[in-house]
């Protein structure tokens, strides 16, 4: 009998979850789409959140449902906006890593009142991030049933 309660070991269990074992794969637009084409992904990929990417597939920007909404309140036609332009740009992006606690992953969500994180894979010493997967408030609510139903090993 280890002596802890169903509690302290169901803490325990949850703290031992990795970003990895909860991805979806991420959906990237070029960061010269248009604010269209970006509208068209999201709503063929069936995501809330797109990534943008340079030409060397480096992370350099999120858009998010409400971005492209309010992009399109505008008067200006959607083709001749660059997504560049609305995205919430890197360095004020928040990431993961496979490695990272699923746990930790949560409370980012939380704080910084997002819908998700790339999960992202760091080249050339923090300078470049490259973009491998998704991690979102779905992947957790998914955990929670996991959980409830005990299967989480
Ligand atoms: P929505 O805007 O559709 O409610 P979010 O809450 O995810 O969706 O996004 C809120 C704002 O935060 C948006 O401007 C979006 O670009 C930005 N954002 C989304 N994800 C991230 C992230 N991982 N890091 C930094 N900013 C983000």
Redesign the pocket.
């Known amino acids: 009998y280890t002596g802890k309660s169903g509690n302290q070991m169901l803490a325990e269990k949850v703290k031992n979850i990795t970003v990895n074992e909860y991805q979806s794969r991420p959906v990237v637009v070029q960061e010269s789409a248009s604010v269209y084409d970006a509208i068209c992904t999201m709503f063929l990929e069936d995501v ?2 797109l990534f943008v990417v340079d030409k060397h597939i480096t992370l350099v ?10 992009a399109s309140l505008g008067k200006q036609a959607l083709e001749s906006i660059p997504v560049s332009i609305i ?2 740009r890197m360095p ?4 993961c890593k496979q490695d990272d606690l699923i746990i930790e992953v949560a409370n ?2 939380i704080e ?7 999960i992202v894979v760091e080249v050339e010493y923090g300078s470049r991030f490259e973009v491998v997967g998704r991690i979102t408030k779905t992947n957790i609510t998914a955990l929670l049933v996991d959980l409830a139903n005990d299967e989480v090993i």
């Open positions: 809330g959140t920007g999120v858009l998010s449902r409400k971005d492209l909404l309010r995205m919430t004020n992006i928040t990431v980012k969500l910084k009142q997002i819908d998700g994180l790339p």
